[in-house]
T-cell receptor
Framework: GENVEQHPSTLSVQEGDSAVIKCTYS??????FPWYKQELGKRPQLIID?????GEKKDQRIAVTLNKTAKHFSLHITETQPEDSAVYFC???????????FGKGTLLTVNP | NAGVTQTPKFQVLKTGQSMTLQCAQD?????MSWYRQDPGMGLRLIHY???????DQGEVPNGYNVSRSTTEDFPLRLLSAAPSQTSVYFC???????????FGQGTRLTVV
């Protein structure tokens, strides 16, 4: 089955800096790659997703890039703010079999 | 529009007891799933359903049963609780596989 590796497990940045979280996946048939943010004690919520026919997607301060050849994708957050502090999860799915496989998460801390 | 609703929010069980975690969604989504979240392990898929009457196993199905008699409801049953099932459980629903998963607020289960 699919295996998703996520790095780093913890990331600490100063407010205003950029943060990058990287994920690799094993199943070359995966075609959907969402990112979820989970604040402490809350439910995961989708922040951005990308499909395999697209190399990059942006939404304000958040961007995701996908390299299908290398089987890795990354989350980029620019101009970080304290409210960006949370656990971020990447995930991968074939879509056709519905199984969404998550990485183990990255705890991002943005220091004021 | 309540989204995905899980009950209860907290539960303590004794080893060997059984219980049902409830999940209901009001978005008319065909796809529903159950995940468990353990520290440092991300979200792992337990069981999922692609429509009423259709269920399948995820990554960690042992010790859990599901059924899907209606589009709205997807209960998760613990047959004989074990301390290894201490976890936070999330139910989620999607319109289809390659779209946003909407999560419930979670159930924190402790088995003693």
């Amino acid at each position: 089955g699919e295996n998703v590796e996520q790095h780093p497990s913890t990331l600490s940045v100063q407010e205003g800096d950029s943060a990058v979280i990287k994920c690799t996946y094993s199943d070359s048939a995966s075609n959907y790659f969402p990112w979820y943010k989970q604040e402490l004690g809350k439910r995961p919520q989708l922040i951005i997703d990308i499909r395999s026919n697209v190399g990059e997607k942006k939404d304000q301060r958040i961007a995701v890039t996908l390299n299908k050849t290398a089987k890795h994708f990354s989350l980029h957050i620019t101009e970080t703010q304290p409210e960006d502090s949370a656990v971020y999860f990447c995930a991968a799915s074939r879509g056709s079999n519905y199984k969404l496989t998550f990485g183990k998460g990255t705890l991002l801390t943005v220091n004021p | 529009n309540a989204g995905v609703t899980q009950t209860p929010k907290f539960q303590v069980l004794k080893t060997g007891q059984s219980m049902t975690l409830q999940c209901a969604q009001d978005m008319n989504h065909e796809y529903m799933s159950w995940y468990r979240q353990d520290p440092g392990m991300g979200l792992r898929l337990i069981h999922y359903s692609v429509g009423a009457g259709i269920t399948d196993q995820g990554e960690v199905p042992n010790g859990y049963n599901v059924s899907r008699s209606t589009t709205e409801d997807f209960p998760l049953r613990l047959l004989s609780a074990a301390p290894s099932q201490t976890s936070v459980y999330f139910c989620a629903s999607n319109r289809d596989p390659n779209t946003e998963a909407f999560f419930g607020q979670g159930t924190r289960l402790t088995v003693v």
